[in-house]
């Protein structure tokens, strides 16, 4: 039984780098909880990984469905232990080029609870609501940091030795949308 909502977040940083940060699987073990990322099958625009994350004691390994939807949207499918959980991120900048950039991510999910645990589902909203501002938080302090240091500059995840997800995808909608210095820019 399906059960959705929606979260709308905040960050002061261009879209280039907030997508960036969804794409670069590097920086997963930084977030609290989870611990390694391995990615085990990526085609241009989609891809399978498995993440191991920390809860209590025990170590949980999940496979996760990734799909970059130029030039703004990252689609994420999980088999999680509440059930089946779609996730699609959109992300929208304002006061482009200007020292005020800023994103707003609008976060839908869909959850496919067990008839068991439905009549329970504002519960598992609220942890994970909770989840989601924990990993906001931190993914707010590389961004802002980033944004601060290099602008709206996102060259440095293009480099060859980077390991960016979908990196020729991204590359086309940052030469698109703005996001490399001027002359790197396709004319
Ligand atoms: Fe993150």
């Not at 699987?25 to 989609?46: D, I, K, N, W």
């Not at 996730?87 to 976060?107: A, I, M, N, W, Y």
């Not at 980077?162 to 086309?172: A, I, N, V």
């Amino acid at each position: 039984m399906r059960h959705h909502f929606t979260i709308v977040k905040h960050v002061r940083c261009s879209r280039a780098n907030v997508i960036a940060n969804y794409l670069d699987l590097e920086h997963m073990p930084a977030h609290s909880g989870l611990m390694a990322c391995r990615v085990m099958s990526e085609t241009g625009q989609a891809a399978c990984f498995e993440i191991t994350s920390k809860v209590g004691p025990l170590k949980i390994r999940n496979v996760h469905y990734y799909e970059f939807r130029p030039p703004n949207q990252i689609f994420h499918a999980v088999e999680s232990p509440l059930g089946p959980m779609y996730v699609l991120s959109t992300v929208e900048e304002f006061g482009s080029g200007t020292p005020d950039v800023r994103s707003e991510v609008t976060v839908e999910t869909t959850l496919d609870l067990p008839r068991l645990l439905f009549p329970a589902r504002a519960l598992v909203e609220r942890l994970l609501r909770r989840l989601n501002r924990t990993v906001h938080v931190e993914d707010c302090a590389i961004l802002e940091r980033r944004q601060r240091l290099f602008g709206d500059d996102v060259s440095d995840y293009l480099r060859d030795e980077q390991p960016l997800l979908f990196k020729d995808r991204f590359r086309e909608s940052v030469e698109r949308g703005g996001g490399l210095p001027r002359a790197l820019e396709v004319r």
